[in-house]
């Protein structure tokens, strides 16, 4: 059943005229967007305490206190968190005995949008502190949002609209979580990315993070949702800014002894390779969309199955529309990530070089330039040729001589490395095979995972339908 689309300023309006609603706005960048329409539709009375803008540092620093966590950034997590308990700490301080039956809230947003030069493209964080009843505990809709309005001013149009659709679809959709998520975008598509959403709250407990993460994919918010061992959502401009990532694609169905020790290995090549402090580098597991959908439909308990693996085994996972490396890639090199490692079977290269080549027959060095910039290099993991039981590795994989002189280039110049340290003697292990023998109850299949992981199924009971 379709859900009918509001224009903005019905939105607007219908929260006005709910008499229990009543809150504050704070506002830093691209303008009061959000609290104008609250105010332009009428009846404004009824839900606006407050409306402000600390746009200057030194007041908003007087306020909210300085910026240390974001290293001097006004835009960041950090930021918008110290808004809200700012201002919603002053709606309950000033307002509760006066006013006992009101469902308070906080909305506060710290936006950069696209300057004169466009050397800022315009992004932001948002946050509602709400109630859902008078007497109780509040809870937390925070995200961020990449505008791709190329104009200033329809930068701070959608910023409005955004800032609207997250205080109606709180109070209208909260008993519906992917609605709610979905209704972030309505008015908006084309215009922004949102690529964090987190909600936390008592009455948002049974709502999961990282199925979140999947629904912002799947509806299309952003190609990238993050999340990280805890389950909670995360920002990849906040944790990996100006850091460097080593990411491993993978089905993770369920993680293997290959997979642990393609991962183990990558990692410690990747940290050696580099002068930087180790605790400036990040490993992430990556699930895309596309994989989760190989069986023809999405399955949120198989994908839930998968989560709980990877958190047990202390992974940071990306899940991705971004079939193409290339795509991901240029995702993380817009947060300054200062080098890009990517972890993958011999097999899947092979299928990578063959497919760029295929498809980009016109202008083949120009798409291996897009995939093999100066600060990413692919890490391979050997396989074993089950007719000859020779090692496959990035050296010995058939490559079209049409363009093997490019190939020798990137060998070469060390865009593509062998992992240098592996395990032989697991090579044979298939996680496909490993998944059938759990859900047909054959035993054994313990010894092809790590301990955590064989755990972890039998406990929960994952995989089995």
């Known amino acids: ?98 006013q006992p039956d009101r469902t308070f809230f906080a909305f506060a947003d710290t936006v950069a949008a696209i300057n004169y030069t466009k050397t800022i493209k315009g992004d932001g964080w948002l946050g509602l502190r709400f109630q859902l009843k008078p007497d109780s505990a509040p809870n937390d809709l925070i995200l961020h949002v990449r505008m791709l309005d190329q104009d200033n001013r329809l930068q701070q149009q959608a910023v409005g609209i955004l800032g609207v659709n997250m205080i109606y679809g709180c109070y209208r959709h909260h008993l519906d979580p992917e609605t709610l998520i979905k209704s972030l975008m309505d008015n908006l598509r084309g215009r922004v990315m949102i690529d964090m959403v987190r909600i936390i ?25 993050i999340f990280g061992p805890d389950g909670n959502s995360m920002h990849a401009g906040e944790f990996l800014y100006k850091k460097s990532i080593l990411i491993a694609r993978g089905s993770y169905r369920p993680p293997t002894l290959v997979q642990e020790d393609m991962i183990r290995h990558s990692f410690e090549q990747f940290r050696s390779e580099s002068d930087e402090d180790p605790e400036n580098t990040h490993f992430l597991t990556e699930i895309t969309l596309d994989n989760l959908m190989s069986d023809g439909a999405l399955d949120e308990r198989d994908f839930m199955d998968r989560a709980q693996l990877l ?145 972890l199924i039998k406990a929960k009971r994952l995989f089995i339908r």
């Open 1 to 98: 059943m379709s859900r009918p689309v509001l224009e903005t300023e019905q939105k607007a309006l219908e929260i006005n005229l709910d008499e229990p609603i009543y809150g504050a706005f704070a506002e830093i960048g691209a303008g009061q967007e959000v609290a104008r329409h609250f105010f332009q539709v009428g009846a404004a009375a009824g839900t606006i305490a407050k409306s402000m803008s600390a746009y200057d540092k030194i007041v908003s620093d007087d306020i909210y206190g300085p910026e240390l966590l974001g290293k001097g950034r006004y835009v960041c997590e950090s930021r918008l968190y110290k808004m809200l308990d700012h201002e919603y700490g002053l709606m309950e301080t000033r307002l509760r005995t006066r």
């Open 311 to 455: 958190c047990g085994l202390h992974q940071t996972v990306i899940v991705s529309n971004c079939v193409q490396h290339k795509k991901l890639i240029s995702y993380f090199s817009d947060y300054k990530v200062k080098r890009i490692g990517l972890a993958l079977g011999v097999r899947k290269l092979e299928s990578i070089i063959k497919e760029t080549w295929q498809s980009n027959t016109g202008h083949i060095l120009g798409a291996f330039g897009e995939l093999f910039l100066q600060n990413v290099r692919f890490y391979i993991y050997p396989a074993r040729d089950e007719a000859t039981g020779n090692l496959i590795t990035s050296r010995n994989i058939e490559i079209p001589a049409e363009i093997r002189f490019l190939y020798e280039h990137l060998l070469e110049n060390r865009n593509i490395v062998d992992i240098e340290a592996f395990n032989p003697d697991i090579l044979s292990i298939y996680h496909k095979a490993v998944l059938d023998m759990i859900q047909q109850g054959i035993g054994g299949w313990e010894q092809f995972v790590p301990t955590p992981v064989a755990r």
């Open 201 to 225: 709250g008592p009455d948002f407990q049974w709502v999961d993070n990282r199925l979140i993460c999947l629904w912002m994919v799947k509806n299309e918010l952003s190609n990238v949702a």
